[in-house]
């Protein structure tokens, strides 16, 4: 079982949730004036890092977690990835 007693420490703690799981329009995106509110709870938070490493092993596919969008997470997980890899193969 995972460990998440640090969501009550989160800035987030409380809010209401539909901030952070916002509906998209018909281009696949969010409101950004939703993302910015939900960013700035982010930009406070203590255990951001928390948040997005419970994103990531939980796979979660929407939403913003750690600060970071689903495309923003996708795009810093493919950036680390090639980061371990061009470290890998200078090993």
């Not at 979660?60 to 950036?79: C, D, E, S, W």
């Not at 090639?82 to 470290?87: G, H, I, S, T």
Request: contains cysteine; glycine residues 6%.
């Amino acid at each position: 079982m995972q460990n998440t007693q640090w969501m009550k420490q989160a800035a987030c703690s409380g809010v209401d949730s539909r901030i952070f799981h916002p509906k998209v329009n018909q281009q696949n995106q969010y409101a950004p004036d939703v993302i910015a509110l939900a960013l700035s709870y982010c930009n406070i938070c203590q255990v951001k890092e928390n948040c997005l490493a419970y994103a990531y092993d939980n796979n979660i596919q929407h939403g913003v977690y750690g600060g970071l969008t689903v495309r923003g997470r996708r795009k810093f997980k493919n950036k680390w990835r090639k980061e371990q890899n061009a470290v890998q193969d200078h090993a």
